[in-house]
């Protein structure tokens, strides 16, 4: 079955070598000059399947970071490859945060190109496979056991504060950045406590539009409004007795925000267009990844209704604060997302894999976290994960972060310059017509002084720099250039210009 591929670029240069570069991979590609015809074309009345997206990220009117954050508000499960001539870290990580599967600076070499596209596509099918449909059908039906990974200081903290609140019926409020498993929490409060076994009801206030959000949350009579064919009972009704989870929570806009206040303080929810209000006994947990005191300041959110909501608040901690667990996390993530990708065994991790995961800062958290790894189950050959399979995220992690990584070789050090018998200083490389560079008795240390107790040039200690290298990584040269924060191709160019010796490939 040939896979339909869009692509979305405001260059007609570009549009064209990219159509030609899967054209001949035998794709069938559909190319758009701005981001609203693609859009359309996706969701309007003449939508068709469409397998993967190549985006532009710098466009006019509407730039890719714009396209991206339309197709997850639509609900649009396409795997999207953003190219863009700024590769900057800020720029890839923004992209990534908004959703795109992967991030290519251009100009991008054909067989390059196709194949990121061939990954992303064999990705999403597997997501979609019979298989795992099935398995998402029955976790609607009989949600998983809530388990909350990690044993370090601040998910002891989430758990302490889960136990206090499952005590009571007090509203809770849960902070945190996206992806840090709010949802996750709230399962695990209302599994627990005089409420457990009973409904929890779960509602994404971002996404209900503005216009339905009364209908949805306290429900309608028939002939309400226009399309009010069938009567509505609302999710506070549906969660009488049990939970009510109100997600994204600061979304809500302000009219609705007045009914909710009445409905926690009085009890009371009134359907849309009923002529009386209905009691009901819900417990409220709500959650919210922005600032809501700020909010409350700007006049979006209701002082009075946070006041009612952050009775007990609760701070889901960022990935990155959790170095500890990751460990732990990536096993446990590991082995579910293999079973969901229809492996049989579960894949080996490398430690070279966790020195990427470890450096990455993580902006989409666990669930970023959950979604890169089965991109590298499913894309994965020999069941086994190492450095080359997050490629694409050790080229966004910042070289400062990366050197602060731990590794099992000694840091590289200053010392002083070793001597020969004669008293001379050892030649380290450089341009100079020295002999090729040696290690030294200390190998990890690089000579910051010559020999005449003066600095030496930076070009000399980039040489002994990739030299050490070379000779640490056994002349392996992608885990070189990615060590080094620096592409194959420069690697190669500094090696011929500083003369240090044929790599091995």
Known sequence: MTSTIVIVDDDPVQRRLAEAALVRDGLSVATFGDGPSALDRLAGDNAEPVDAMVLDLVMP?????????????????????????????????????????????????????????????????????????????????????VELVGDGHEMERVRRLIKKASSSDIPVLIEGESGTGKELVARAIAAKGPRAGRPLVVVNCGAIPDNLVESILFGHEKGAFTGATEKHTGKFIEADGGTLFLDEIGELPLAAQVKLLRAIQDGHVEPVGARAARTVDVRLISATNRDLIAAVQAGRFREDLYYRLNVFPILTPSLRARTDDLPALVAHIATRQAHRAGRAQNPVITDAAMDVLRGYDWPGNVRQLENELFRAIVLSDNGMLDAADFAHIAAQIDPARQAAIPRKATPLTPARPATDDAGSALPLGGNTAAAPWQPDEDRHRVLLLDADDHARTLSDIEAAVIAHALDHYDGQMSEIARRLGIGRSTLYRKIREYGIGEPRR
């Not at 991030?103 to 992303?120: H, N, Q, S, W, Y």
Request: hydrophobic content about 45%; aromatic content about 2%.
């Open 61 to 145: 009117d509407m730039d890719g970071i714009a396209v991206l954050k339309s197709l997850r508000e639509r609900g649009t499960d396409l795997p999207v490859i953003v190219q863009t001539a700024q590769g900057s870290i800020d720029v890839a990580i923004s992209a990534m945060r908004a959703g795109a599967f992967d991030f290519l600076v251009k100009p991008v070499a054909p067989a390059r190109l196709a194949k990121t596209v061939r990954d992303a596509v064999k990705v999403a099918r597997t997501n979609l496979a019979p298989a795992n449909m099935s398995a998402r059908g029955k976790t609607r039906l009989k949600p998983a056991p």
